[in-house]
């Protein structure tokens, strides 16, 4: 079937549709109940841009449904097996300064701009679209094709859990939520949170007033601060000096000024997404590998700091830890401190820790706990997916295998693995396939997020050749 006509037809609607989308501030909010007594789980924003999409797809005869606005689908075409796309409509939060309005949804010099253009707006767009070139050309799928579209992506999937438990999910299909050519593993990803109670600080000596750092445990935090009090002021002036010799020693990036009787102490890093680390600076453990400099009236404080710089500090492999495992289907695990917080009670920080597929979640546990033990360190659980794996000669990824390399003419590259958690391991039969190309800088959770115009015609064009081939009747898993 020629379908390259009908995939043009769409470029000009299939932007401004992404432009407005852009132009929805939709940050996972808290839950709000509207003036008509409605309530939305994932605030305003979240649900304009769910409505939003559901009215467009109703406008062009899709049939539609939403879940308590927990999350929803568009439906083409019938059969008795479902092919899924899966994809989510909220974004992380637009942090620091850009070089254009994150929520503009503009065009310039060859590409969309805006927060959510490749995570994961502009793939779901890029999806709907194929949908619709295959409608246009009066295709009739042998199965129905289902996106759905999840609204808590980038928090903790409670959308998604309630969308499943009341309707049975696809019987297999992508997720626009990865990299080309396609993903076909997704390691293990769990979130733990490593606190220490603290009794009443001595009223003499160097106080930690406040510390702070981070906003999401998937996201290397690219800003720290601490508030420290002394009744000397030989004691900030040693502080000064210790900071001066730490910076020159280091070449990062720190300040130092006085808020009336205290001292604020700032650290910058680079900011980027939780799973590949190495890939930025953590301005938190810039911060601990200064405070380790320092002697705190508290001696669980200085206890916490050094547990922190020994065993967590600048490394990304979990090492420090006793949990740097490695296989050769996925590579090394990583480890992202996202968030520390602080008060006169308590000290914490929060990881995301992506392990190898052969890896059991329980042998990361007991790993740890030998080390948390001997720093007198509490252990919260606060979610764990397991990892998925299909094997590279499996139906599935030989097919969109084989779609991508007739689009692209790339024939370098091959299936991954990668560190990301995306919807693939929310349903069965499921793999991330697109939109990030090889090559193409990773800008997802960073600022100045953009897509270039033809990677998103690019993505079409793929899209709708995938939802063609898969939803045929010569395709099958086995």
Known sequence: MNLAQYVEQQKGPAVRTLKELIRIKSDAGDPVTSASGEFFPFGQGVQDAFAYMLSKAEEYGFRTEDIDHYGGHIDFGEGEETLGVVGH?????????????????EEKDGFITGRGTTDDKGPVVAAFYA????????????????????????????????????????????????????????????????????PKSPAKGLQLSRLSGGTARNIVPDAARAVVKSDFKETYDHIRNELAEYRE????????KGVGQALEITAEGKACHGASPQDGLNAISVLFGFLGRLNFASDDINEFIEFYNHHIGFQCSGEGMNIGFEDEASG????????VTYDQESIAIEL????PVTVDVEQLYQA????????????????NQ???????????ITTLMDIYRTKTGDTEHGPMVIGGGTYAKACPNMVAFGGLFPGDPDIMHQR???????RFFQMIDIYTETLYRLSSEDFSLK
């Open 89 to 105: 409509l909220d974004v992380v939060p637009a942090l620091g300064e850009w070089d254009f309005d994150p929520y503009g949804g």
């Open 131 to 198: 949908m619709k070139a295959l409608k246009d050309a009066g295709y009739e799928p042998k199965r129905r094709i289902r996106l759905i579209l999840g609204l808590d992506e980038e928090t903790n999937w409670k959308g998604m859990d309630y969308y499943l438990e009341r309707v049975k999910a696809p019987d297999f299909g992508i997720t626009p939520d990865g990299d080309f050519p396609v993903i076909n593993g997704e390691k293990g990803l769990c979130d733990l949170e490593i606190a220490k109670k603290l």
């Open 249 to 256: 020693e280091t070449g990062y990036r720190l300040k130092a």
């Open 332 to 339: 090394k695990l990583t480890m992202n401190n996202g968030i």
């Open 352 to 355: 995301n820790v992506r392990y």
């Open 368 to 383: 740890v706990m030998p080390i948390l033990d001997r720093y007198n360190l509490g252990l919260v659980k606060n979610g």
């Open 386 to 396: 397991n990892p998925l794996y299909f094997p590279p000669d499996s139906p599935l």
């Open 448 to 454: 100045n997020e953009k897509i270039a115009a033809d």
